[in-house]
């Protein structure tokens, strides 16, 4: 039986996919909650070229499923809506407004609701 569980040193690089097998772009990082332990967010890098004008967004990480075929994760979020996502502000991590915002804008509850 494959494990449930995975090393973040793993997570961070896999590749993000549409639901059609997309290639949307990779999960550069996670951020957890300090108190609760929970996966926040997976920052997700998108576009550019060899790195160069490479976009970074936060996706909650509950918008992402593993797919043992792909290697990788899938989700329902378009190029589009990454590319439209609510910018961030310098606190983002600590903002719950702007978190309340941002899980509302890919239609989900925040985690800690």
């Known amino acids: ?30 951020v957890i909650d300090k108190m609760s332990g ?6 997700m890098g998108f576009g550019g070229f060899l790195g160069m004008g490479e976009g970074h967004h936060p996706v909650p990480w509950r918008k992402l499923t593993f797919d043992t075929k792909l290697n990788g994760y899938v989700t329902d979020i ?20 702007w978190a309340t915002t941002f899980y509302g804008y890919y239609g989900i509850a925040p985690y800690w609701i």
């Open 78 to 97: 378009t190029k589009e809506a990454l590319q439209g996502a609510p910018d961030r502000p310098h606190d983002w991590q600590e903002n719950r407004d």
């Open 1 to 30: 039986m494959a494990s449930s569980t995975i090393s973040s040193k793993d997570v961070n690089g896999s590749t993000v996919y549409s639901p059609d097998g997309q290639h949307l772009g990779h999960i550069d990082h996670l």
């Open 38 to 43: 929970q996966v926040a967010y997976a920052v």
